[in-house]
């Protein structure tokens, strides 16, 4: 006769063993309805699967981020069963679910294209339309090597023989298919509904090793109903429409080539949006009281073993041996150099906190399969600084840190932030005790701010649990950047002190703290959030002068002199082109504002103002067109809007 205790605390009594789907009936059809699979004391269970004994249950539904992930597991499963249906010679191998869809590796020596992708699409639906029953079996070990060995599958006879001993080996059958799986899975094929599709083709190397052999790979997304799949679709339209870099072709911002494999080559426009985010980052900190260092590129092994980042971050270190047999590394982190310039020198407690900032260039091995564009290079620019202070000023400072962060990021049109919480990782130095201090302080330091969080389990850094700040952009996509870590750890480990007022050595709390994160990847994400049409502060180029017949050749000189001179960044094209082509082609180019100077603008000092995506121009006198310009480079943020006055314009077409 089992208890069943629900998430709201209730209790359910029943005779006799009851499955999932009868418990969740025995709530509510529509309840009954939407249930996927449930949670018993925690573990993800079938809803066949019988509850024979007194339990916590919660029934798991498909709009629920866990029934989410469900369904696109099945999903993966289904395109399994629709391959081994139309091209039965195929292997397959692992496809899991992954953020926002799935995918399944195949061993097929033909290649996949785009019509396959059709067809295996068609026959998932027809699988959902079957409604096979889905169906958990356990099975000996050897008795299911030796199933798939015959069915010619010997990815999944190998990753069987691979499962340790004490586990049990549940295959999962669904129609004419049998699949190796883990579970929970749906009761049936039609319970995971239409919204899917697939989406693209690559290659993966079996077990994820170089050395092994190259899979094809099948991507798709599943969606718990339909609008949300269309939604996405559109979502992955505009995606593509923003790609960062077709827009830095397009707008002739960088580069990569092969003899540089991760790193940027940046042209002179993207320079220049490259050091107006520098400067903005400067200024702020300045305000808030931070001290600019800089810290070598490269220091010995020595060092980054104490530090510990040798053995934690080795595999992602570039490393070279001099003349002289010593070893160096090219830095990862700029963590160990901000140390060193705390410990130059003796510090008092009235010398805290003590907050060093730095855009240092690091160094990371990436697999090249994982880089992408600006989000993801092997060298970088971090806007880094660090916090040295008392444990007593560690809750205020992290404050201010939030603030600070949240702040930036409106300026930068980014008003949906949301911060996660990571805690201490697998792989970490340092005492538990230590983490559990540090852990306590950053979590009182994050609640006493009043800002909502959620949990990152077992993200944090080595060295300190972190605060990870996701910005969401115009699209509806999510970017983790700015992070706050706390951190017992390595001061100590680098011998970093200060004299308290009890007139003894205290080793400093440390406070790691980047707001951009990775300047390229801020970068990138800015370019794809504003389409390329960045506001005027932040445009590579401010304004582009140019002239409608070569008598205004002069005056445009003058004109562009005088905007550069008073800090804006202005060029001239003086090509003999029609000036709706030069309209248009700087448009593409996504230059705010648009100059046109004839033979009237020469006689009256005037200048002819286009703005990007508006309809028409707007005719200022100079002076008066170069102070709103500056008026509104000046103001950082989204929300600063043209400051052309509009009672001394009038409205003229393009090529007039």
């Known amino acids: 006769m089992p208890r069943i205790t629900l998430p709201d605390g209730s209790v359910r009594h029943f005779d006799t063993p009851v499955s999932g789907s009868e418990l969740a009936a025995s709530i509510g059809t529509g309840l009954a309805k939407a249930a996927v699979a449930m949670r018993v004391d925690g573990r993800d269970r079938d809803l066949s699967a019988q509850l024979a004994e007194d339990t916590r249950v919660e029934i798991i539904t498909r709009d629920s981020e866990a029934g989410l992930e469900l369904l696109r597991h099945d999903a993966a499963h289904i395109m399994a069963e629709a391959v081994k249906e139309l091209y039965p010679e195929t292997q397959v191998t692992i496809g899991p679910a992954i953020e926002n869809g799935f995918y399944y590796d195949f061993a097929r020596d033909e290649p ?28 000996d070990r050897e008795a299911a090597v ?21 586990e049990p ?72 429409r923003r790609d960062h870099r077709k827009l830095g072709r397009q707008m002739d911002l960088f580069h990569f080539q092969d003899d540089a494999v991760g790193s940027v080559f940046w042209h002179p426009r993207g320079w220049a949006l490259f050091q107006a985010l520098i400067d903005y980052m400067r200024h702020r900190q300045q305000e808030a009281d931070y001290v600019e260092i800089n810290t070598p590129d490269i220091m010995d092994r020595s060092l980054w073993e104490t530090s510990g980042h040798w053995q934690s971050y080795g595999d992602h270190m570039y490393v070279t041996e001099t003349a002289d047999d010593r070893v160096w590394a090219l830095k990862p982190m700029n963590c160990p150099g901000h140390v060193a310039v705390f410990r130059h020198g003796l510090k008092s407690y009235r010398d805290l906190p003590f907050r060093t900032a730095e855009f240092g260039k690091v160094h990371r091995y990436e697999p090249s399969g994982a880089l992408h564009g600006l989000l993801r290079v092997r060298h970088f620019t971090q806007d880094d600084a660090h916090i040295f202070c008392t444990e007593d000023q560690l809750t205020e400072e ?3 840190v939030c603030r600070l962060v949240l702040s930036i990021y409106r300026d930068f049109g980014f008003e949906d932030v949301r911060i996660k919480f990571a805690d201490r990782p697998e792989n970490r130095i340092g005492e538990n005790g230590i983490w559990d201090k540090a852990e306590s302080a ?21 060295y300190g649990p972190k605060l990870e700040f996701v910005l969401r952009d115009a699209i509806g996509r999510d970017w983790q950047c700015g992070t706050l870590q706390v951190d017992f750890n390595l001061p100590g480990r680098l011998g970093a002190s200060y004299i308290a007022e009890d007139g003894q050595k205290h080793v400093p709390v440390m406070l790691h703290r980047a707001l951009f994160g990775s300047l390229e990847r801020f970068t990138g994400i800015l370019i794809e959030h504003y389409a390329g049409a960045l506001p005027l502060w932040l445009a590579p180029v401010q304004v582009m002068v140019t002239t409608i017949t070569s008598d205004a050749d002069d ?11 008073a800090g804006l960044r202005a060029e001239l094209d003086l090509r003999n082109e029609k000036i709706n082509y030069k309209v248009r082609e700087h448009s593409l180019q996504k230059i705010p504002v648009i100059i046109a100077l ?15 995506g508006a309809k028409g121009q707007r005719v200022l006198p100079l002076d008066e067109a170069l102070a709103a310009l500056l008026a509104e480079a000046a103001t950082r943020g989204q929300a600063a809007a043209p400051t052309e006055p509009a009672a001394t314009t009038r409205t003229q077409r393009v090529g007039t």
């Open 112 to 139: 996949f294209t785009p019509e396959d992708l059709e067809k295996i699409e068609a026959r998932m639906h027809e699988i959902v339309d079957r409604d096979e029953v889905i169906v958990r079996e356990e099975w």
């Open 146 to 166: 030796a199933f798939f060995r015959d069915q010619g599958e010997a990815y999944k006879a190998e990753i069987i023989a691979s499962i340790p001993g004490d």
């Open 169 to 240: 080996v549940s295959l999962y059958r669904q129609g004419g298919f049998i699949d190796l799986c883990r579970g929970p899975h749906l009761p049936s094929t039609g319970r995971l509904g239409h919204a899917f599709k697939l989406t693209k083709l690559a290659g993966a190397y079996w077990r994820g090793d170089a050395a092994n052999e190259m899979l094809q790979r099948v991507y798709g997304t599943a969606w718990a109903h339909d609008k949300q799949l269309k939604a996405y679709l559109t979502q992955i339209e505009e995606a593509e």
């Open 398 to 400: 992290a404050i201010e």
């Open 442 to 462: 950053l979590k009182a330091a994050i609640e006493s701010t009043g800002l909502e969080y959620t949990y990152n389990p077992g993200e944090g850094a080595f």
């Open 555 to 565: 005056y445009a000189r003058e004109v562009a002199r005088r905007f550069r001179s």
């Open 598 to 612: 004839g033979k009237r603008e020469v006689e009256e000092r005037t200048v002819s103002i286009r703005r990007l």
